[in-house]
C-alpha cells in the first residue's frame, strides 16, 4: 500500500481560526487530492494537484486554499474555518497507471469547528 | 453536480445472499472504479472498469458499465459478514484527473 500520512488525524478549532491539514506521501505520486466525506454527500472533491505548485479546484473548494510545495506533501488550509466546514477530510494520491491508476487514501483528519 | 448517484443508500442483508448497488454518472467517463470503506477509516481500491469494457469480475465481485445509460452496478456474491462496509464508486470526466465518487452504499451483512 502506498504510504499516505495525514496530520492531525482529529482536531478542534473556533470559527474564524484557521486551520491546516497536512497530507503526505512516500510514493512519488504525481496527482494529489483532498476530499471532505459528509453524510448523504460521499466523497466530494476540494481541490486536486498534478504536480509541484500546480493544482485546480474541485466540485466544494469555497473556503479552501492548497499548496504544493514539495511532490510528497500536499497541504489543505482554511483560512477562516466555519461550522459548515465540520466534516472528515480524505487525503488521496494516485498510483501508477495514469487515467487507469488507483487513489490511495490516507486515514483521514477528522475536523470540529465551533 | 458532477456526483455520482448510487443506490440503494442503504442495504441490509443475511450471510450467502448475494448485494447489488448501482451508481450512475453525467460526464462522459474513462473508466469507473469501486472503493471500500470500513467505518472510521480511507477508501480501499476494489476493481476498475474500463469504459470499453462491459463486465469485470474480481473474486466475488463483478462489476457491470453501461455507457449509454451512464450507468454501473457492483455485485457481491455469497457476501460474508467481513462485507459490512460502504461502497463508492468513481469515475474521471474524461480529459481531466478529477476523480469524482458517488454517494456511497451502506452495506450491512448480518451472521
Known amino acids: 500500500d502506498a504510504g499516505i500520512t495525514q496530520s492531525p488525524r482529529h482536531k478542534v478549532t473556533e470559527t474564524g481560526t484557521p486551520v491546516t491539514l497536512r497530507c503526505h506521501q512516500t510514493?512519488?505520486?504525481?496527482?494529489m487530492y483532498w476530499y471532505r466525506q459528509d453524510p448523504g454527500h460521499g466523497l466530494r472533491l476540494i481541490h486536486y494537484s498534478y504536480g509541484v505548485k500546480d493544482t485546480d479546484k474541485g466540485e466544494v473548494s469555497d473556503g479552501y486554499s492548497v499548496s504544493r510545495s514539495k511532490t510528497e506533501d500536499f497541504l489543505l488550509t482554511l483560512e477562516s474555518a466555519t461550522s459548515s466546514q465540520t466534516s472528515v477530510y480524505f487525503c488521496?494520491?494516485?498510483?501508477?497507471?495514469?487515467?487507469?491508476?488507483?487513489?490511495?487514501f490516507g486515514e483521514g483528519s477528522r475536523l470540529t469547528v465551533l | 453536480s458532477q456526483q455520482g448517484e448510487e443506490d440503494p443508500q442503504a442495504l441490509s442483508i443475511q450471510e450467502g445472499e448475494n448485494a447489488t448497488m448501482n451508481c450512475s454518472y453525467k460526464?462522459?467517463?474513462?473508466?469507473l472504479q469501486w472503493y471500500r470503506q470500513n467505518s472510521g477509516r480511507g477508501l480501499v481500491h476494489l476493481i476498475l472498469i474500463r469504459s470499453n469494457e462491459r463486465e469485470k469480475h474480481s473474486g466475488r465481485l463483478r462489476v457491470t458499465l453501461d455507457t449509454s445509460k451512464k450507468s454501473s452496478s457492483l455485485l457481491i456474491t455469497a457476501s460474508r459478514a467481513a462485507d459490512t462496509a460502504s461502497y463508492f464508486c468513481?469515475?474521471?470526466?474524461?480529459?481531466?484527473?478529477?476523480?469524482?465518487f458517488g454517494t456511497g452504499t451502506r452495506l450491512k451483512v448480518l451472521a
Open positions: 460526464t462522459s467517463i474513462n473508466n
Open positions: 488521496a494520491s494516485l498510483g501508477a497507471g495514469g487515467n487507469t491508476g488507483e487513489l490511495f
Open positions: 510514493e512519488n505520486h504525481r496527482y
Open positions: 468513481a469515475f474521471l470526466n474524461s480529459g481531466t484527473y478529477k476523480y469524482i
